[in-house]
């Protein structure tokens, strides 16, 4: 199973409301990321889970809360976020850091905020 | 900020010809990767090298590296139609900084059937 698993693919939510995105893997990786990707953007970096601790944020607004239950399962908690944080989220995992593996996406959940 | 940069941005060719794309980048690394993104989905790791390899082939890419340029090239040979995607080099950061991925902004390959 080489699969990063994101869901929902699409959620629409108003700027009062609570929603959670979820990311799944099975392969064993001790690293877990979440990027944030604007249309016609790279994909830039917003936290990085190393053996279930965070290790970076990349100073995202606390409006979102990054989670990581177990070692396969990592959550972005979103509350109160702006029109301005629609966008595509992408959740990826590596085996161990980047420095010496390759990260493996999920396909992403399509986030409109209105 | 990022630490890739490609060129070109956009790249039309015709199916069956080679696409090159070229990245820079500013700090040290110790590897560098190529990804593929379809239609704003997710992205397919292509190819990574490591900072003391210079050249890299798998199927029909080849990549290349100059650590003393900070630069490399992703050549896809005989283009298809399926080859149409944005083509994205991504960085670590050697030596102790973040432990993710900086990705560059990226071509966007079309190629004509």
């Known amino acids: 199973d080489t699969e990063v698993t994101q869901t929902p693919k699409h959620l629409v939510m108003g700027m009062t409301n609570k929603k959670s995105l979820k990311c799944e893997q099975h392969m064993g990786h001790r690293a877990m990321y979440w990027y944030k990707q604007k249309a016609k953007k790279p994909p830039e970096l917003m936290f990085v889970?190393?053996?279930?601790?965070?290790?970076i944020n990349e100073s995202v607004p606390s409006r979102f809360s990054p989670e990581c239950p177990n070692s396969s399962l990592l959550n972005l908690h979103l509350h109160a976020l702006q029109p301005e944080d629609s966008a595509l989220y992408l959740c990826?995992?590596?085996?161990?850091?980047?420095?010496?593996?390759?990260?493996?996406f999920g396909q992403g959940t399509r986030l409109t905020v209105v | 900020s990022q630490q890739g940069e490609e060129d070109p941005q956009a790249l039309s060719i015709q199916e069956g010809e080679n696409a090159t794309m070229n990245c820079s980048y500013k700090?040290?690394?110790?590897?560098l990767q190529w990804y593929r993104q379809n239609s704003g989905r997710g992205l397919v790791h292509l190819i990574l090298i490591r900072s003391n390899e210079r050249e890299k082939h798998s199927g029909r890419l080849r990549v290349t590296l100059d650590t003393s340029k900070k630069s490399s090239s992703l050549l896809i040979t005989a283009s298809r139609a399926a080859d149409t995607a944005s083509y994205f080099c991504?960085?670590?950061?050697?030596?102790?900084?973040?432990?993710?991925?900086?990705f560059g902004k990226g071509t966007h390959l079309i190629i004509q059937p």
């Open positions: 700090t040290s690394i110790n590897n």
């Open positions: 889970y190393s053996y279930e601790k965070l290790s």
């Open positions: 991504a960085t670590d950061a050697q030596g102790g900084g973040a432990d993710g991925l900086t």
């Open positions: 990826a995992s590596s085996q161990d850091s980047v420095r010496v593996a390759e990260a493996f």
